[in-house]
């Protein structure tokens, strides 16, 4: 969409239909936390990297540290993920991971690297801004996309009923960070 919303069904249907085609000896459904890794493998067939220096990814040399949290190299059928960041959050590694696996299946139209920075947009071409600036579309179908794939929505439902709605114990359940986990239980509702 052009406004800077995003069709959230459609995206869930794309995150639901991935997790319909897993094999159960992959993952059964039900089980927590959704093995992101073995999707992205052994379904999709994509190589996940942890690089300590992200500009060593072709065509990636003006890249400076810390600038990219994960990129998607679909020519070569990896998904980099900043080493440094998945080493201190494991959460943050899964939640990246399953982000480049929306533009890789939603987003893929011929083009051979997809980016995630840090800051999508820069602030000089923006007037002066009290918050961070707007992420591009593409970004938020694929953050929406991640969160899907994380944490489908029927799992939520049963387990945030089942403990309570206690976020530290859902984080736990599903390897997820707390922001993630508050930005879904509030999307789900």
């Not at 993920?81 to 939640?95: L, N």
């Not at 480049?100 to 007037?127: M, N, W």
Request: proline share 6%.
């Amino acid at each position: 969409m052009e406004d800077g919303t995003i069709d959230t069904d459609w995206v869930e249907r794309q995150a639901y239909d991935l997790l319909e085609g897993v094999p159960e000896f992959i993952w059964n459904g039900e089980s927590l936390p959704v093995p992101v890794d073995d999707i992205v493998d052994n379904v999709l067939g994509l190589k996940v990297r942890l690089a300590e220096d992200m500009s060593r990814a072709p065509g990636c040399e003006d890249l400076k540290p810390g600038e990219v949290s994960g990129l998607l190299l679909a020519h070569l059928g990896e998904i980099w993920v900043d080493a440094v960041e998945a080493g201190k959050w494991d959460t943050r590694r899964r939640f990246t991971v399953g982000h480049e696996v929306g533009h890789y299946l939603i987003h893929r139209d011929g083009r051979s690297q997809i980016f995630c920075r840090k800051a999508d947009i820069t602030e000089d071409e923006e007037p002066e801004r009290t918050g961070p600036a707007p992420k591009p579309v593409p970004e938020l179908e694929a953050d929406a996309f991640a969160a899907a794939l994380l944490m489908p929505e029927h799992l939520i439902r049963e387990h945030s009923v089942d403990c309570g709605r206690d976020l530290k114990e859902m984080e736990r359940r599903f390897n997820c960070s707390h922001k993630a986990m508050k930005h879904r239980l509030h999307a789900i509702r």
